[in-house]
């Protein structure tokens, strides 16, 4: 078998021979190829190489996502600008205009957002025309580049970035803000979450029409974002409808829940999900193994070695010991993975190590 054949076997509940070992490495290249500080053997490399020499398996959405675009509608402009530390966006609409600025990290490799798109209530009319006017479309041609550049080494996956909710906090107001909004004026955020759900049916309709067959929602799910209250009101009808409609189709759900879950993973099993993705287990998260295990029962469960395991302060032993506890938990419902990603400073040698305890495992 290939990781291609493995991967959807696991998500069948199928047989198979060995189980898939797939790190994320994209931030631990990105940071030290930038700092000038990757390992001699992999200077002038790029990742796809560096995986084979590892013998692990890349995540397929990093070289997939940019198959879906996003059309704006046709009386909306957007510009961005860039200068050494922030990224500017600028919407400008018949409704009025709204501006967001991200901030890059120290190297450049990755950004967080500083200053939100809705800054106010007059802002949330703008937002729902953006999103009402906007439209999808997938990059055949590009899908099929990544295909051949990926061949057996993963099966193609998609992200669908933040929905609900989590959206509405993450990509457009921020959590506190967001907060207060929502507890003053109600009915003002669910107004802009039905323009969402509009835009989503869109989106969702097209990814109904791709050949993908995991579709993993990138929600950054956490506890201190969306409380169990926030969960069963915004989240698990969410997940319930979008994941009913992708089964109807025959596709498989997972979602990226990254932060601290305990409260929230009791409803796990109620969003319609096949799995989840990342979960730091304590003690990077605030669940156990035995927890984790309990809570998502027969459903996959991707990821699972907490990242801090990879840095020096944690020994080998406990590492391998740390592996195995959760083959014997998991197997064979498991895409093995570091949880969230490869740190920079973590020892990219382990990676080689954890792949020959992946691959001798007996299922």
């Known amino acids: 078998m290939n990781n291609r054949e493995r991967t959807m076997a696991i998500f069948n509940h199928s047989r198979i021979d060995h189980l898939v070992w797939q790190p994320r490495l994209h931030h631990w290249y990105e940071v030290n190829k930038a700092r000038g500080l990757l390992p001699k053997k992999y200077e002038g490399w790029d990742l ?12 397929g959405y990093h070289y997939f996502d940019s198959t879906i675009k996003v059309v704006e509608g046709d009386q909306i402009k957007v510009e961005v600008k860039e200068d050494v530390n922030y990224i500017y966006t600028k ?12 901030k890059k990290n120290l190297w450049g490799t990755n ?46 996956m998609i992200n669908v970035l933040h929905g609900s909710i989590q959206r509405f906090f993450i990509d457009y107001m921020g959590l506190t803000k967001g907060i207060i909004v929502l507890w003053k004026s109600p009915r003002i955020v669910e107004n802009l979450l ?60 997972m979602s990226h829940w990254d932060g601290k879950i305990k409260k929230v993973l009791p409803f796990a099993k109620e969003t319609g999900l096949d799995g989840l993705e990342c979960v730091p287990p304590e003690p990077q998260g605030n ?11 027969d459903m996959i469960l991707s990821d699972g070695i907490p990242a801090t395991h990879f840095m020096p302060y944690t020994s080998e032993g406990e590492l391998k010991n740390f592996v195995l506890r ?38």
Do not use: W
């Open 91 to 102: 919407y400008t609409t018949p409704k009025g205009y709204l501006t967001q600025v991200e």
């Open 287 to 297: 669940v156990t193994l035995d927890e984790l295990r309990q809570g998502l029962e």
């Open 194 to 253: 039905n323009a969402l759900d509009e835009n989503d049916d869109k989106k969702f309709n097209l990814i109904k029409k791709t050949p993908f067959k995991i579709i993993n929602f990138g929600d950054n799910i956490d506890e201190s974002l969306v409380s169990p209250t926030l969960i069963k009101k915004y989240m698990l009808p969410y997940y319930q409808r979008r994941t009913k409609e992708l089964h109807q189709v025959g596709k498989f759900c």
């Open 326 to 363: 959760l083959l014997d938990l998991f197997s064979p419902n498991i895409i093995v993975g570091i949880s969230d990603m490869m740190p920079p400073d973590g020892n990219i040698e382990r990676i080689q190590m954890v792949g020959q305890i992946v691959r001798e495992y007996k299922i």
């Open 111 to 156: 950004k967080m957002c500083v200053e939100y798109f809705l800054k106010k209530i007059d802002d949330f009319e703008i937002m729902e025309y953006i999103l009402r006017n906007q439209d999808f479309e997938f990059d055949r041609e590009r899908y099929k580049t990544m295909d051949r550049l990926l061949g057996e080494r993963c099966e193609p």
């Open 48 to 59: 796809l190489k560096i995986y084979d020499d590892l013998g692990a398996s890349p995540r």
